[in-house]
């Protein structure tokens, strides 16, 4: 084996050690006494651990504020080992923890927790999203009318929405700093859209209908497809997104396909 291979293997079998507990395949290669090597491992391990927990608490600190520290951090101890970072970057860490939290046996009794998980990482990604350049207001008003029912449009990067059965963004609204835990609302289904203005994120309760435009608009449906039902306008949420920058771009009928 190749003095480069040799090493890769060693490297695998440190960080499987200082991930997974494996210590077998590298404290045989460590100097010195092996139970002095099995400690100085254990503070990789905790100094990892604690990175990851501090990722997870920085993505989701209205939900480590609900359920407190010690059930905060055994939850991330359990999400590691199951579903580990995937990469170096921890600000991109965290987007399997809705979905942990919502079949995680502790978690069970607030069923609303996970969608809460769910809206702080749209508000996560919505703030590290990128940037776009906005739509082109002339070239829109140059298609013709006949063409405007099959137009498709593209969102901001940064724009995400979240459709809950509970109130979360009362939950989340109660749970800001300076603010004392206690929601305005505890009914009803929120449909929050989330977005990047002006460098900072901005969240808005949609009525179900919007939601389900902007849901639309987001697969690339085409505008007369996207605005469902008659009886219903679409226009002033159309507007709307525009009005906030919210619409990066369109493709007519010639480019769709």
């Known amino acids: 084996m190749t003095g ?32 002095l090597a099995r400690r100085r491992l254990a503070i990789y391990r905790e100094a990892i651990g604690a990175n990851r927990r501090g990722a997870l608490r920085s993505a989701f ?8 520290e010690a059930f905060f951090d055994e ?3 359990r999400l590691a080992a199951v579903a580990p970072p995937a990469c170096a970057d921890l600000n991109r860490y965290g987007d399997g923890f809705p979905a942990f939290l919502s079949t995680y046996p502790h978690a069970e009794a607030m069923r609303w927790l996970a969608d809460v998980a769910r809206l702080e990482w749209a508000w ?13 207001f002339a070239a829109l008003a140059a298609v013709p009318a006949e063409e405007q029912p099959a137009l498709r449009f593209s969102l901001h990067p940064s724009v995400r929405l979240v459709r809950s059965a509970w109130p979360v ?36 309760l949609l009525a179900p209908p919007d939601a389900a435009f902007v849901e639309a608009i987001g697969r690339g449906t085409p505008l007369e497809v996207a605005a469902g039902s008659e009886g219903w306008d679409f226009a002033p949420m159309l507007v709307r997104l525009a009005a906030h920058g919210l619409l990066a771009g369109f493709a007519g009928p010639q480019s769709a396909g």
Request: hydrophobic share 45%; proline share 4%.
């Open 169 to 204: 963004l009362a939950i989340w609204e109660a749970n800001q700093p300076g603010r004392d835990g206690t929601p305005d609302r505890d009914e009803g289904a929120d449909d929050v859209l989330a977005w990047r203005e002006d460098g900072r994120v901005r969240m808005a």
């Open 75 to 77: 939850a991330a101890r």
């Open 4 to 35: 480069t291979g040799a090493l890769a293997r060693m490297q695998a079998a440190f960080a499987s050690a200082v991930t997974d507990g494996d210590e077998a395949a590298v404290t045989a290669h460590l100097a010195g006494d092996p139970a």
């Open 61 to 68: 600190p209205v939900v480590a504020r609900l359920v407190g």
């Open 124 to 136: 996560h990604e919505a703030l590290s999203a990128a940037d776009a350049t906005g739509i082109d």
